[in-house]
């Protein structure tokens, strides 16, 4: 497949501010394949865990990823993940993968390994791919390019009523340092940092409704 072929809609940014959710808004309205590159660093940081392997060692990790046997089941209105067979939709959203993920995020080894995994997602008619390095080094000729971003306070507020909503009790003050702690993982490391492309759109959704957020990137993809 020549992925120059494929539209490719990049959408980047800091945790909580909203990509999930706005992907696959986006990819549902404009019938797009949808890309969640963070699950992958999160079925990572979750294999790595259940076979014992020591956070440390950066080829080992490296090596659960690049044996990563994962599908994604698009069959029904949610995706389902599956690691090895069994369903962990819900077991990479916990708070202590998502904080092992950011780290071996951190590895070059681990990026390179699931590099053409990724790459692999842009097929036909198009793919709206989700995570922080999406429009810097996975899809760096893609078509459309936004960077979605709010306040840590705005995100951690976010995050707070959705746990709230699962009847999980969080401290806010331990989110909010939770995700700046994140923030520093993922702006700091040096290989693909977070940031945004040269020629991303830009948006701060700290005061804006997830409405008002998918009429301005469908604006700007139009
Ligand atoms: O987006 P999500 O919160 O699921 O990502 C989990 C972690 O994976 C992030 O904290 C980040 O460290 C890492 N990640 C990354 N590059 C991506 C997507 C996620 O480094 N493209």
Redo the contacts with the bound molecule.
């Keep these: 497949m020549n992925t120059k072929s494929v539209v490719v809609i990049t959408i980047?940014g800091p945790?909580?501010a909203g990509?999930?959710t706005l992907s696959q808004l986006v990819a549902k309205r404009l019938g797009y394949h949808l890309l969640?590159?963070?699950?992958?660093?999160?079925l990572v940081a979750l294999s790595a865990h259940n076979l014992n392997v020591n956070f440390q060692d950066e080829q080992a990790i490296a090596d659960v990823a690049s044996k990563l046997h994962v599908k994604f089941d698009t069959t029904g209105d949610a995706t389902r993940i599956l690691l090895v067979g069994e369903d962990v939709t819900d077991a990479?959203?916990q708070e202590s993968v998502?904080m092992n993920?950011?780290?071996?995020?951190?590895y070059p080894k681990v990026?390179e390994a699931l590099l053409q995994r990724?790459k692999d997602f842009a097929q036909l008619p198009g793919l709206v791919a989700?995570?922080?390095?999406?429009g810097t080094t996975?899809f760096p000729n893609a078509q459309v390019k936004i960077f979605l971003t709010a306040s840590a306070e705005a995100r951690a507020q976010r995050r707070f009523k959705q746990l709230q909503e699962k009847g999980v009790a969080v401290n806010m003050d331990e989110l909010v340092s939770d995700i700046k702690a994140?923030d520093d993982?993922?702006t700091q490391?040096a290989t693909?940092p977070?940031k945004p492309a040269d020629d991303a759109l830009i948006l701060d959704s700290t005061s804006l409704t997830i409405e008002q957020v998918l009429s301005a990137i469908l604006a700007h993809v139009r």
């Design positions: 980047d945790s909580g990509k999930g969640d590159s963070g699950a992958l660093y999160r990479i959203r998502s993920a950011s780290v071996v995020a951190a990026r990724q989700d995570g922080r390095d999406m996975v994140r993982r993922d490391r693909s977070l």
